[in-house]
């Protein structure tokens, strides 16, 4: 019997993938004060994990068990190319848990959950926080402060886990902003995935003259390849993961490049693109810099309820609680 989840702030939090976001999430919520443990297959992993006073074990089996005897919110925290089998334990584990990710993509992820029978006590999350270090020695539980969370408000999401998600996030001091699955992947592919193709295209041409041009890079080349610097096979899995999304964004970018391209050679200027690049950025630059303003008169559950979190997420408007 599914059990009720009667007071989601006190949900515990069982986090599966302790490397750098979800090893971040748990040192979080262990020092918000929210009750949490974690999984992760790596034996030296777990070692760290613990000897930093962090509840954490290598026996999947007994983590789920734990998790549902405790009705606790499983977080899937692992690479792309592993949720199936992470899922596949949690159907014969503890399929009556809430459930959520911290994945780059929703749409491969929603679609595995559903074909493992456990959609109806899903609601998708993404933390926009990283960088281009991995594993639990690059772990900080500082990182989602101050963070866009994606919190995936679609029309049969359940309210009370969407609740027990958004919470989670808050608790961390991440900024819940409303999406649905199916808006995410294209978005993200155009301010991460595609960005990460830029940044190795960049790093890829810098180096190509040789040392000499490495010893002349300075800020441009730092500041436009930092997330080449992120494990490889993390990247492919990220961008491979969403390979449709990423296709019609990177086409877009090709497209301007070669238009800049083309405006050089036939009038001697970049102007178009460097003028929109930089109201672009300058746009960005003020709503980071700015606090968002909430979202209100919605109650989670009402009638409507999920299209109004993502009508008021599109104004640029986020979630407090």
């Keep these: 019997m599914t059990a009720p989840i009667a007071d989601h702030v006190a949900l515990p939090v069982c986090v599966l993938g302790l490397g750098l976001i979800g090893g971040s999430l748990l040192r979080a919520l262990d020092r918000a004060g929210r009750p949490c443990f974690g999984w992760n297959r790596s034996p030296a ?7 930093a006073g962090h509840d954490a074990d290598t026996d999947l089996t007994a983590v789920l068990t734990r998790a549902r005897r405790d009705h606790a919110l499983l977080v899937v925290a692992t690479p792309t ?47 926009m926080a990283g960088t281009s270090q991995s594993g639990w020695d690059a772990t900080d539980p500082d990182l989602f402060v101050g963070a866009p969370w994606v919190v995936c408000a679609d029309d049969d999401a359940d309210p009370t886990v969407w609740t027990a998600v958004a919470d989670v996030a808050l608790a961390v001091g991440a900024r819940v902003v409303p999406v649905a699955t199916e808006e995410h ?14 940044a190795a295209v960049t790093a890829v041409v810098g180096a190509g003259p040789g040392d000499l041009a490495l010893r002349l890079a300075a800020g441009s080349f730092r500041d ?15 961008i491979e993961a969403n390979g449709p999304a990423v296709l019609t964004m990177l086409s877009e970018a090709i497209d301007r490049l070669t238009a800049a391209r083309d405006e050089l050679r036939d009038a001697g200027t970049v102007h ?7 109201r672009a950025r300058t746009r960005w630059d003020a709503m980071r810099n700015a606090d968002p303003e909430p979202i209100t008169d919605v109650t989670v559950g ?4 999920a299209a109004e979190l993502r009508r008021q997420a599109h104004l640029g408007r986020v979630w407090t609680g």
């Design 45 to 51: 992993t777990v070692v760290a994990a613990t000897a």
């Design 302 to 305: 009402a009638p409507g309820w």
């Design 81 to 127: 190319p592993t949720v199936g089998a992470i899922l596949d334990q949690v159907a014969r584990h503890a399929a009556d848990c809430a459930l959520t990710d911290v994945v780059s993509v929703k749409q491969a992820v929603a679609d595995a959950v559903a074909e493992h029978g456990l959609s109806a006590r899903f609601v998708g999350g993404h933390p």
């Design 224 to 238: 436009g390849t930092r997330v080449a610097a992120t494990a490889v096979d993390l990247q492919r899995a990220m």
């Design 185 to 198: 992947d294209p978005l993200v592919a155009a301010i991460s995935h595609v960005p990460h193709l830029t």
């Design 272 to 278: 178009t693109v460097v003028e929109d690049g930089h």
